[in-house]
């Protein structure tokens, strides 16, 4: 999966759990500072983040990612070529 399809995919799955349009969510984005995702939020988009790429995250790791191209960069790295 080439990265331009891993970053749409993301940017899907963050709208969905942040009720957020495709415009806000750049990728330079922090979720917490940028985007207003809370503790509970950040929970949900690791979830979503499995469940939209059918993988299963490092939960602590995940957590750790703070951008959107953070996550980009973390999930790619951990799908099948």
Request: glycine fraction near 6%.
């Given at each position: 999966?080439?990265?331009?399809?891993?970053?749409?995919?993301?940017?899907?799955?963050?709208?969905?759990?942040?009720?957020?349009?495709?415009?806000?969510?750049?990728?330079?984005?922090?979720?917490?500072?940028?985007?207003?995702?809370?503790?509970?939020?950040?929970?949900?988009?690791?979830?979503?983040?499995?469940?939209?790429?059918?993988?299963?995250?490092?939960?602590?790791?995940?957590?750790?990612?703070?951008?959107?191209?953070?996550?980009?960069d973390f999930?790619?790295?951990?799908?099948?070529?």
């Open positions: 999966m080439d990265r331009s399809e891993v970053e749409s995919r993301v940017r899907t799955a963050i709208g969905r759990v942040l009720h957020l349009s495709a415009g806000e969510i750049t990728p330079e984005a922090n979720f917490i500072f940028d985007l207003g995702a809370d503790s509970m939020q950040s929970l949900q988009l690791v979830a979503a983040f499995e469940e939209e790429f059918g993988v299963e995250l490092d939960q602590e790791a995940a957590l750790a990612v703070q951008t959107v191209t953070g996550a980009v999930l790619k790295a951990r799908l099948p070529e």
